[in-house]
């Protein structure tokens, strides 16, 4: 089991950012992949999720239109495409992976069996 992220960097407000999360072949059949994140001082958080039966994407209302989360099958690798970022969108970033598909859990940290390691996303002002 492996998760890789990447991507992660300094970015101005508003600017964009691409994230990776490069997975072992057996977690990327896992039903479900999402991105959280934890800023400081703060709990981690659902972000964005991708159902592997369907492509069905999954947003937290903040994110919601501004990004983008994606699926290379042949790459075994999940995208999180950051536009118009913001200062409160600074944290670290994780992917994870559900064996479950999409349920409300999907939407908390505890509704994930695999994690990678974090990736620091620093949006300045």
């Known amino acids: 089991v492996q998760l890789q992220a990447s991507g992660g960097g300094l970015v101005q407000a508003g600017g964009s950012l691409r994230l990776s999360c490069a997975a072992s072949?057996?977690?990327?059949?896992?039903?479900?992949m999402g991105w959280l994140r934890q800023a400081p001082g703060k709990e981690r958080e659902f972000v964005a999720g991708?159902?592997?039966?369907?492509?069905?994407?999954y947003y937290t209302t903040s994110v919601t239109g501004r990004f983008t989360i994606s699926r290379d099958n042949a790459k075994n690798t999940v995208y999180l495409q950051m536009n118009s970022v913001k200062v409160e969108d600074t944290a670290v970033y994780y992917c994870?992976?559900?064996?479950?598909?999409?349920?409300?859990?999907?939407?908390?940290?505890?509704?994930?069996?695999?994690w990678g390691q974090g990736t620091q996303v620093t949006v300045s002002s």
């Open positions: 991708i159902s592997r039966s369907d492509g069905n994407t």
């Open positions: 072949e057996r977690t990327f059949s896992s039903n479900f």
């Open positions: 994870a992976a559900r064996r479950r598909g999409y349920t409300i859990a999907a939407r908390t940290p505890q509704g994930y069996d695999y």
